[in-house]
């Protein structure tokens, strides 16, 4: 089992940034893959961005490639998503989630553990 807690999340102007953190506990942090979806109101959750266990592979939406990063500090059992350039469409809840096998995977039901999830506004 693993408990994963997303902050960071807010209200930013289109352009702005964004740093989200995902705290796990629970079982060893650095047996998964750690991925990043958003969902907004009325639409499907959707892959973000996704990275292997020692954080050297990445994997994102090709949409925010170039202005999105996702990193991973595995002695602080923590995972982020660094946004840059946030666009009003990208408003919705941004979510972290744990997949093992650690294994690339863009689709959500791949994923066992869930946080929350973190509002993420993006006014124009």
């Known amino acids: 089992q693993v408990q994963l807690v997303e902050s960071g999340g807010g209200l930013v102007q289109a352009g702005g940034s964004l740093r989200l953190s995902c705290a796990a506990s629970g079982r060893t942090f650095s047996n998964y893959v750690m991925g990043w979806f958003r969902q907004a109101p009325g639409k499907e959750r959707v892959f973000v961005a996704s990275?292997?266990?020692?954080?050297?592979?990445?994997d994102y939406l090709d949409s925010v490639k170039g202005r999105f990063t996702i990193s991973r500090d595995n002695v602080k059992n923590t995972v982020y998503l660094q946004m840059n350039s946030l666009k009003p469409e990208e408003t919705a809840v941004y979510y972290c989630?744990?997949?093992?096998?650690?294994?690339?995977?863009?689709?959500?039901?791949?994923?066992?553990?869930w946080g929350q999830g973190t509002q993420v506004t993006v006014s124009s």
């Open positions: 990275i292997s266990r020692t954080g050297g592979s990445t």
């Open positions: 989630a744990a997949r093992w096998p650690p294994v690339f995977s863009k689709r959500w039901g791949d994923y066992a553990y």
